[in-house]
Every structure is written in C-alpha cells, then in structure tokens.
C-alpha cells in the first residue's frame, strides 16, 4: 500500500551540519547526478549501492517533488514517478544521509521531457513504453533509447531487478522477452544495465507495458495529509492524482461518500477534494470519496485519512552556500545551483532575485530556479560568488552568498 502526503509542513527545525559540498569534478561517461524520464514513467535508484559507496546507513527525502511522486521499495529501491500531465521540467530531489552523527545532504536532478533530441548523450538508460497482445511473446528492445556518448556498454549486465507482476520476462540476445498473463492488466517492470571496464557506472530505470485488449480494473491508493491545529484554510487533495482510473469511468463523478468528522470537505471543479478542518485541535479526520463509471453505476470507493496536529512554527533562514564544478560543465551548459540545500526546509519560496552578479559568469533566474554559466573560456580555474535575495510566502526577506568554485 502506498500512501502519499499530499500536504507537506514543517514539523522540525533542526541545525543544519556542516554545509554540504556537492561536487562535480569531471563530466561523466554517465551522468550519475541527472536523470531522465518521459512524463509516466518510472527511473530507480540503488539506496545500498548509494549508501555503500557513500559510506552512509541510512536515507531520507528532505523535499516533496513538484512534477512527480517518489516511493522507496522492498527491495531497497528509490522509486520515482514522473506526473503524466508534465512535460519538458526538471526538479531537484534533496536527499540526506546519516551514518550515526555524521550527516552529508545532496541532489539528484530529474529532468522530464518526451524529445529525445535533450537528451545529452550521457544520460544512461531512459524508461520504456511499449504495448504488447495479450498471451503473446513480444521482444522489447529496451537498449535502444538508451544514451551512453561513447561508453562501452556491457550488454551482459542487462538484468531484470523487479520483475513484472502480471507477466513473464526473460533476456534473449541482449533483448527483453516480455509475455502478459493471461487475463491480466498493465505491466511495469525494471531493469538495470552497465557501462564495462573495471568502474561500471549503472542505471535502473522503469518500462510501462499496456496490454491491447486487456479488461481495466481501478485501481485506488489511500491518501494522507497532515493539516496544523490552527490551520482552517482550504487544503486542495488531489486523491484521483495517485490512481489509476480506467477509461470507462468519470473523474467528474467524484464525490464525497462519507463526510468528515471535525471539518468539510466538498469536491471543486478540477476533481479535487477541498477540506478545511474546524476542530483547532489535535485529532485524526477520515472522508471517504466515491468515483462512479460513466453510466453512475459501479462506485469505487477509497478514504483519506487527515492528521491534525500541532506544527512547530517555522524558523525562516538561509545559509551561505557552495559549490564545485567543472570548468568544462559549466562553459558548455547552464548549471542549477541548489540553493534550497542551505533553506530551512519549511520555507516557501514566493520569489528570488539577484542583488549581485558573480563576477566571472552569470545567473539567470527560471521558475525559482539559479542557473550558472561561466563567462570565462580560457579553462583556468576561478572562485565566483553572488548574493541573492529570497522573499518567503509569508513575506520575510532573507539574503546568503553563493559560491562556486570552478576547478579544471
């Protein structure tokens, strides 16, 4: 069973320690740092090989994505889920490891886009869709999209990590055999694949299999939101987001099946649930919602559970920051900067703007993102700084220097 926070707020403040370094040092034959999915689909990350040549135990998500849903699986596995109604973002995952007192936090950037052609070509493997018959054998070549510059990929290291669950799959000649049960529905499964010589770099990514002729079943996942005491505004739940709806039924049939205890809810024109609790106390609120088919027959039915509790209020501040880069990454491209690593993690971010401009390259500002590029062509290595200013959603004004130190 999933469950999803649909409503994130800060329930700690804690001193950050010490300030994080991610670097970059060389451009990789594989970029280990970007990935890249079409809208609806799926890539993987190995927390245990992650955490063991990190030399870290443990691993958390410290920032909710905007364009997509993550998960973490039995199998040790970072799941993320590119949104079906995005298309050509990127987003940064923040994520922070311990191992006892010691803490290093660092990013993974998503990029989500359906033209190849921005695919650079060290991207690694890219997620798959492919649509099979049912009962009949189908070979998937997963390798073909597949971005490797001039890597040598070990085609013997293509291997099936989660199997798919309403189907068979097997490696034939570097390909992937693929056979749907019989009466069964869509599929998804992983696969991971290697770059050769003696420091392989792997990726896992997701491939989608819709079956022709298959019969749809619904499929609904139970949400969570968590709402402060002293919060009575309007909450928008986006419970149809994380379900799988078949075509023959309506989202505009949603509606409210069982009302909720200490508030209301009622559904908005987007097929949203809007609740606001009424309680101003701690306690634990249940609705139930109801989507029918496009006939009014055959309801389908799944709660939300909503959690009300006291927040801690929210201690606004930013740190000074920094970062190592490539000369040669950041001549050929625009870099994000992420600066929302040295953010107290409640803060929203309403708008930025630059008071100072590094002196050696340029920042440029896109959707509450900081993109560097380096001026400079000449491959030496320099130390550029800037100031920025960051106006929060609650209006407090707070400023911090970044740095980037370019090295050769």
Same mark, same amino acid.
């Given at each position: 069973?999933?469950v999803?926070?649909l409503?994130c707020a800060?329930d ?5 320690e010490? /300030? ?5 040092t060389t ?8 990935y890249?999915?079409?809208?609806n689909?799926?890539? =993987?990350?190995d927390?245990k090989?992650?955490?063991k ?5 443990s691993?958390?998500?410290?920032? $909710?994505p905007?364009? %997509?849903?993550?998960?973490f699986?039995?199998? %040790?596995?970072?799941?993320y &889920? #590119? *949104? ?7 987003e940064?995952l923040?994520?922070?490891m311990?191992?006892?007192? =010691?803490i &290093?936090r ?8 359906? *033209?190849?052609?921005?695919?650079p070509c060290? $991207?690694? $493997?890219?997620?798959d ?5 049912v @009962? ?16 040598i +990929?070990d085609s013997?290291?293509? /291997?099936i990590?989660?199997?798919?669950a ?11 055999v693929?056979?749907p049960?019989?009466g069964?529905q ?10 050769g010589? #003696? @420091?392989?770099v792997?990726?896992i990514v997701?491939v989608?299999v *819709? ?7 619904n499929?609904?996942?139970p949400?969570?939101i968590? +709402?402060?005491?002293?919060?009575? #505004?309007?909450? !928008?739940?986006k419970?149809?987001?994380n379900d ?7 989202? &505009?049939?949603l !509606?409210v099946?069982i009302?909720?205890?200490?508030g209301?809810?009622?559904?908005n =024109?987007?097929?949203?649930i ?6 101003k106390q701690?306690?634990? *609120? ?6 029918y088919? !496009?006939n009014? @027959?055959?309801p389908q039915?799944?709660?939300v559970?909503?959690l009300i509790?006291?927040?801690? /209020?929210?201690?606004a501040?930013v740190?000074n920051g920094?970062?190592?880069?490539? =000369?040669?990454?950041?001549?050929? #491209?625009e +870099?994000?900067?992420?600066y929302?690593?040295?953010?107290a993690?409640?803060v929203?971010v309403?708008s930025?703007t ?8 340029m ?6 993102k900081?993109l ?6 000449d %491959?030496?290595?320099?130390t550029?700084?800037?100031?920025y200013v960051?106006t929060?959603?609650? %209006?407090?004004?707070?400023?911090a @220097?970044?740095?980037i130190r370019?090295k050769?």
């Open positions: 069973m999933m999803l926070c409503v800060c700690e403040i804690i001193e950050v010490p /300030a994080i370094k991610p670097t970059t451009i990789s034959l594989i970029d280990t740092k970007n890249y999915t079409p809208p689909n799926f890539i =993987a990350i927390l090989v992650l955490l040549s990190s030399g870290y135990t691993i958390k998500i410290e920032s $909710a905007q364009y %997509g849903k993550y998960s699986s039995k199998t %040790g596995y970072l799941i &889920k #590119s *949104d079906s109604t995005k298309n050509e973002v990127s940064l923040i994520y922070k311990t191992n006892g007192n =010691a &290093k660092d990013t993974i950037k998503v990029n989500i886009t359906s *033209d190849n052609n921005k695919i060290n $991207a690694g $493997a890219i997620p869709f492919f649509t099979v018959k @009962n009949t054998p189908t070979v998937l070549d997963v390798l073909k999209n597949d971005r490797f510059c001039n890597a +990929v013997s290291s293509l /291997a990590l989660d199997k798919p309403f189907g068979t799959v097997e490696i034939i000649k570097n390909k992937i693929y056979t049960s019989s069964n869509d599929d998804i499964f992983f696969y991971q694949i290697c770059t010589g #003696s @420091n392989p792997c990726r997701g989608r *819709d079956v022709e002729g298959t019969w749809c079943k499929i609904l996942i949400d969570v968590v +709402v402060d005491k002293y919060d009575t #505004s309007v909450q !928008k739940i419970v149809l987001e799988k709806i078949c075509d023959d039924y309506d989202i &505009k049939s !509606k099946s009302n909720p205890q200490f209301k809810a009622t559904v =024109a987007n097929s949203e809007e609740y606001s609790q009424t309680i701690e306690a634990n *609120d249940l609705l139930e919602y109801t989507i088919d !496009k009014g @027959n055959n039915k799944m709660f559970e909503i509790r006291t927040i801690p /209020a929210c201690k501040y740190k920094e970062m190592e880069l490539s =000369a040669s990454q950041v001549q050929s #491209s +870099v994000e900067l992420p929302r690593l040295y953010l993690s409640c929203g309403k930025i630059i008071e100072t401009q590094p002196i050696y390259g920042i440029r500002i896109e959707d509450k900081l560097y590029k380096l001026k400079q062509q %491959g030496k290595e320099y550029d700084q800037f100031k960051i929060t959603t609650n %209006g407090e004004i707070l400023k @220097n970044f740095t370019i050769k």
